[in-house]
């Protein structure tokens, strides 16, 4: 095959793999509630699970220092005392891997204090594998066309 | 593409070989480096609130692995200030060599230490604290002030730039990378070297210093041990030395062939992999045992760092390499092929660092105006609330630059194999398996 057009289709294969909408099959939103405990520098649990569109409550409750949750990609946040729970209800209305991390300083590690909320499916971790496959099937291909 | 030479432009030429410009970087990276040192000893110990970890390990490390490394190779080393007091200590002058040599003991270093090994462990032993050294001030006062001492130390034992060339942990790094870099420093014609006497640009001459770096200009082919000085260029007296802008990682076409480089890749690739997990991964166990130094915990976490990094690596890269049936010993197959890992370590670490920096630069503006954490507001900033910038971008940069970095190393893979004549694809499956890997730490 001409190298240019294997190129060409490799490209667009590329383009559909990072911005083809997939398929979501539907599932009823849900009323979430999770406790997250925080002490320094870590947040228990540390992952949490939601469907794309369901109610999520997050109670956090801070074990030792005043902590924070700050959810990326939302731009939310909520802060504990020591001893005390405070809480934070959002939707989850943007499907992907979002960090929330602590947002007041809480010591030395707190810059790294991170935990992880997965609503739906990790797309965007699909669609790099898919690139990076087809990454390495268009280097294969050109590496052969060469030789 | 072909090579542009820079040093044509009679601005550029002029600016390179002129000791003033570069003079008043030196000044005011100095002036930085000693306020970091006394900022991390004097100023508050939240870290997020102090110059020295804010400017340090958030501001300088962007600009390091983000711009300056990929695109200017050793162009950091052309102006770090640690090597500066020594250099005068040693020259007994700041600008122009002086009439009289000064009398220090000017040794050669050992042969056995004539290698990145120094750097491979200096680099480990801060990667081993990292935790803390990122985190706490006064470690990193006491790190960065270490770090100035040993170079005045070394400039006054050994000759030219011994810190630079053998010691530096960030050195070692920084010349591993500089290889995929677009700039170059190269002689113009091989045969003016052959005949010139003297070889001032080696040895000095009363316009400048012979090459601090222990690097002969007239057999330079990659820029791993060329620190962008700039005195060869000063010293020259047939104009035989350029600066060119060439097609990146043009070096990576020929594999090398030592062991001490392989590592330095492998060293930095497990580095950044396991930093992804441990500090931007949502495991708090990780990072208590990577933070309680001396704790039990914190010796697994070191068995575990040294084990990736020594052993499942390279083992699994050294199996790969046995699966190819080559007749060349394995020593040698397997320090040319880890010459692809070069542009995955980079970008791996470039990946790392965007998610790093792109979370913590809101402080940079804050500790601007109060460098200390002593409650100043010099430019009315000190209030600025700590905000991640650009999350929306973070996760598509950071695909970009694996994916890219995957690409790119597995055409390095290609061309060091065709060197050798044996097969990439143990190799291009290997950077793939990383990259995978890679992908699930950070996304």
């Known amino acids: ?147 | 593409m072909a090579k542009i030479e820079l040093t044509r432009s009679p601005f550029i030429k002029n600016a390179l070989k002129s000791r003033y410009p570069q003079l008043a970087v030196f000044i005011i990276m100095l002036v930085g480096y000693i306020f970091a040192i006394l900022a991390g000893l004097i100023g508050t110990p939240v870290g997020s609130h102090n110059f020295s970890i804010v400017f340090v390990w958030i501001a300088w490390w962007a600009v390091l692995i983000l711009v300056a490394v990929p695109f200017f190779g050793r162009g950091w080393c052309a102006v770090c200030p640690i090597p500066l007091p020594g250099e005068w200590l040693q020259r007994g002058a700041i600008l122009s060599p002086p009439g009289k040599r000064p009398k220090w003991l000017n040794l050669r270093v050992p042969k056995m230490f004539r290698n990145i090994w120094m750097q491979n462990i200096s680099f480990l032993l801060l990667a081993l604290f990292s935790s803390v050294l990122l985190t706490t001030p006064n470690i990193t006062g006491i790190v960065l002030a270490a770090m100035l001492f040993a170079a005045i130390g070394l400039s006054t034992i050994f000759e030219r730039c011994a810190f630079c060339r053998y010691l530096c942990p960030v050195g070692g790094f920084i010349g591993l990378y500089s290889q995929t870099a677009p700039i170059e420093l190269r002689i113009k014609d091989k045969q003016v070297c052959v005949q010139c006497e003297g070889k001032p640009c080696y040895n000095g001459s009363e316009l400048g210093y012979g090459c601090p770096w222990d690097v002969f200009p007239g057999g330079l082919s990659k820029n791993t041990y060329c620190g962008l000085c700039m005195e060869c260029i000063r010293t020259c007296p047939h104009d035989n030395i350029a600066v060119n802008l060439r097609p990146f990682s043009a070096d990576l076409a020929k594999p090398s062939t030592r062991i001490d480089e392989a590592f330095k890749a492998f060293i930095m690739l497990g580095s950044a992999m396991i930093y992804a997990g441990v500090l931007l991964g949502p495991w708090g166990a990780f990072k208590d045992a990577a933070y309680n130094v001396g704790t039990s915990a914190w010796f697994m976490y070191v068995i575990i760092f040294l084990a990736i990094i020594f052993g499942i690596l390279p083992g699994f890269f050294t199996l790969g390499i046995l699966k190819t049936k080559s007749r060349l010993p394995v020593k040698h197959c397997f320090a040319s092929l880890a010459t692809a890992l070069i542009p995955l370590g980079l970008m791996f670490w470039v990946a790392f660092s965007l998610s790093f920096v792109l979370t913590n630069a809101s402080y940079i503006v804050a500790a601007l105006s109060d460098p200390l954490g002593f409650g100043w507001n010099l430019f009315g900033t000190t209030n600025t609330a700590w905000q991640p910038m650009l999350t929306s971008i973070l996760a598509p940069g950071q695909t970009l630059a694996l994916v890219g970095g995957l690409i790119w190393s597995a055409r390095t893979a290609q061309k060091a194999s065709s060197e050798i004549n044996i097969s990439s694809i143990p190799t291009i499956v290997y950077s793939f398996i990383l990259t995978l890997v890679m992908f699930w730490l950070l996304l």
């Open chain 1, 1 to 147: 095959m001409n190298p240019r057009l294997s190129l060409l289709l490799i490209g667009l294969a590329g383009l559909a793999v990072a911005f083809a909408p997939l398929p979501v099959q539907p599932i009823a939103p849900q009323e979430r509630t999770f406790e997250i405990d925080a002490r320094q520098y870590a947040y228990s649990p540390s992952e949490l699970q939601v469907n794309h569109g369901d109610t999520v409550t997050i109670q956090l409750v801070s074990t030792d220092v005043v902590h924070g949750l700050y959810i990326d990609g939302y731009d939310i946040s909520v802060e504990a005392d020591p001893g005390q729970t405070a809480s934070l209800t959002f939707i989850a209305n943007k499907s992907g891997s979002f960090r929330f991390r602590c947002n007041v300083t809480c010591g030395a590690m707190h810059p790294f204090m991170i935990g992880k909320l997965n609503v739906g499916i990790d797309n965007w971790l699909y669609r790099s594998i898919g690139l990076a496959t087809l990454a390495i099937f268009g280097t294969v291909i050109s590496m052969r066309q060469k030789a």
